[in-house]
C-alpha cells in the first residue's frame, strides 16, 4: 500500500520501497536478524521525510528496521494480514502508532483492506470512509440529519476500533510500544455542525442534483471538525482503555517545521505539506521513544 506514495511523490523523494513475504515496504531493506517492528499510517511511514523516526532508531541502536506503516492503515490491516502479524512476532520490539478511527468497519461503512477505501453498505459500491462521513454531516445522506443516528454511529465506529486494537495488541506477542503521533492532544471534542444549513445543504443538492450546495467535499471543514485531526475520531477515553495493552505508552503532540517546503529533485518548487508530520516532527518523535526503547529491549 506504500506504493502509491513512490508513484506520487517519484519526483520529490525517493522511499526505497521493497517486497518481503508478500508485502510492499518502506526501506530501509530488512538484512538483519534483530530488528523493530512499525505498525500505523502514513506517520509512520514518513511521507515526504528522508529519514522517518523508525530509520532514526534503527541507525541509533544498529537494529533492522521493519516499517510496515503506510497511509490509510487501521488495526484490521494487520488483524486480516497473517504475514505482517508473522514478522511482527519475530521482532524484538514493536512500535504501534495509534490509527485512524475512520479506518475501520461500521454499520454504514466496510473496511474491505483495513484502512480508508472500502465498500458502501447499502449498495455495495466502493467508496471510502471521509466520503460516508462527509454525506452523513453535510445531510447528503438524510440519516445525518438525525443527531441520535450520528452518536449512535460515532460511538460503534469507537467501539468497532478500541476492539480491534485491543485484538491487535493482544496478538503482538514481543514488547509493545504504544505511541500517539499528531497535531493535537488526544483530549478532543467531535463538533456536530447546526442542523438547519445542513437540511439546506441537502435541498440545494437535491434540487440541482449535486451541482449546487452550501460547501463542496474538497474544501470541507465539517467533516474534519467532526473527525478531528488525524488519528480521526480518537480521543482521550479510547486511548485509556488501550494503554493497559502495551507495555510503554509514548505521545508527541507537535507541529514543528510545518509547512514543509517541497522541491523536486529538479529544484521546482511545489505547494508545501501541511499534514504530514514534518522531518524536525520525525526528530522529535525518535527523541521521545529511544529511552523507551532503550528500557524495553534492555
Known amino acids: 500500500m506504500g506504493k502509491f506514495y513512490q508513484d506520487w511523490d517519484i519526483e520529490i523523494i525517493n522511499y526505497d520501497m ?10 530501509p531493506a530488512l538484512t538483519q536478524p534483530d530488528y523493530i517492528a512499525y505498525l500505523g499510517a502514513a506517520q509512520t511511514f514518513g511521507r515526504y521525510c528522508h529519514e522517518p523516526f523508525p530509520t532514526l532508531l534503527g541507525q541509533q541502536l544498529q537494529l533492522g528496521t521493519l516499517n510496515l506503516a503506510s497511509g490509510g492503515k487501521g488495526p484490521q490491516y494487520y488483524l486480516q494480514n497473517p504475514a505482517a502479524l508473522e514478522l511482527i512476532n519475530q521482532a524484538k520490539l514493536a512500535v504501534v502508532q495509534v490509527m485512524s478511527g475512520r479506518s475501520i468497519s461500521n454499520s454504514v461503512f466496510e473496511s474491505t483492506r483495513g484502512g480508508r477505501s472500502g465498500l458502501r453498505r447499502s449498495n455495495g459500491k466502493k467508496t471510502t470512509a471521509n466520503v460516508i462521513f462527509y454525506e452523513l ?13 450520528l452518536q449512535q454511529l460515532l460511538a460503534e465506529t469507537r467501539h468497532n476500533y478500541v476492539t480491534a486494537m485491543v ?8 514488547p509493545t510500544v504504544l505511541l500517539w503521533f499528531s497535531v493535537r492532544s488526544p483530549a478532543y471534542q467531535e463538533i456536530y455542525p447546526p442542523l438547519w444549513p445542513r437540511r439546506i445543504n441537502r435541498w440545494l443538492e437535491q434540487m440541482s442534483q449535486g451541482k449546487l450546495g452550501l460547501w ?9 471538525q467532526f473527525l478531528g485531526d488525524f488519528p480521526h475520531l480518537v480521543n482521550q477515553a479510547m486511548v485509556d482503555q488501550l494503554k493497559p495493552h502495551s507495555d510503554c505508552y509514548v505521545e508527541y503532540v507537535g507541529q514543528s517545521g510545518l509547512p514543509q517546503p517541497l522541491k523536486t529533485y529538479g529544484g521546482q518548487s511545489l505547494a508545501p ?10 526528530r522529535d518523535v525518535y527523541a521521545k521513544l529511544l529511552p523507551a526503547v532503550q528500557t524495553l529491549l534492555s
Do not use: A, C
Open 273 to 282: 505539506n501541511i499534514y504530514y508530520p514534518s522531518p524536525q516532527m520525525h
Open 18 to 27: 521493497y517486497s518481503l513475504q508478500g508485502l510492499d515496504l518502506r526501506g
Open 216 to 224: 463542496r467535499r474538497r474544501n470541507e471543514t465539517r467533516v474534519e
Open 137 to 149: 454531516v453535510s445531510g447528503r445522506d438524510e440519516r445525518g440529519l438525525d443527531p441520535t443516528f
Open 167 to 174: 485484538e491487535l495488541l493482544e496478538k503482538i506477542h514481543v
